[in-house]
């Protein structure tokens, strides 16, 4: 259990405490964009820091490169989802919940 | 460091249960399709997990490429249907 491998498993495990905040958020979020809004971030974080982490673990080399270019492209590329996916709801006319309505 | 890694990966599959049940109950479509997009997030850190266990990294790296590409067409996809569509 060398430094690389700790600073690996705290990576991970930050990793894992936003996969899990983001899990949370979707089930008890009242509305769609707030739902939304709960995945698209914290998802896009556990992504980068477990990648990392696994990097991190798995030294120089090839592999570890091309996770950290999985990483960057889930970084680039969950946000746009979230972006085109909120867009379409709102043209869809979903109205945003609202604290007079406090519907359910 | 397996095992760490085995824990990871099963403590991620209890995480995809709670996105399961909004895919399941979720309202609208939209909703399911936040879940889909969840968990389709999810899947690719066990894929890579899964690489780290079975020794095989390189070819599971290449694996979960593809799979975040894919996740993220799909997504960009529906959001395009529903928006042409114009029904939630």
Redesign the interface.
């Known amino acids: 259990m060398n430094i690389a491998d700790a600073i690996a498993v705290f990576f991970i495990c930050l990793g894992c405490f936003f996969f899990m905040t983001g899990a949370i958020g979707i089930l008890r979020f009242p509305d769609f964009y707030t739902r939304m809004h709960a995945t698209g971030k914290s998802d896009t974080l556990a992504v980068l820091l477990c990648l990392c982490g696994l990097a991190i673990h798995h030294g120089l080399c090839l592999d570890s490169f091309k996770l950290l270019l999985i990483a960057v492209f889930v970084f680039f590329a969950n946000p746009t989802g979230t972006h085109s996916i909120c867009r379409a709801a709102f043209r869809c006319g979903v109205k945003p919940w609202t604290k007079k309505e406090n519907t359910p | ?1 397996n095992s ?1 890694f085995l824990g ?1 990966c099963l ?2 599959c209890l ?5 399961l ?2 895919a399941i109950v979720g309202p ?1 479509v ?2 399911r ?3 889909v ?2 968990i389709g ?2 899947t ?2 066990i894929l ?2 899964m690489g ?1 266990l079975y020794e095989r ?2 070819m599971f ?2 694996i ?2 593809v799979y ?2 894919l ?2 067409l799909g ?2 996809a ?3 249907y ?2 042409m ?4």
Do not use: H, Q, W
């Open positions: 460091m760490f990871i403590f991620l995480m995809i249960l709670p996105c049940y909004r609208t939209i909703d399709m936040v879940a997009g969840a997030t999810k690719l850190v890579i997990l780290f990294v390189a790296i290449d979960s490429m975040a590409i996740n993220f997504t960009l529906a959001a395009r529903f928006e569509e114009g029904e939630i």
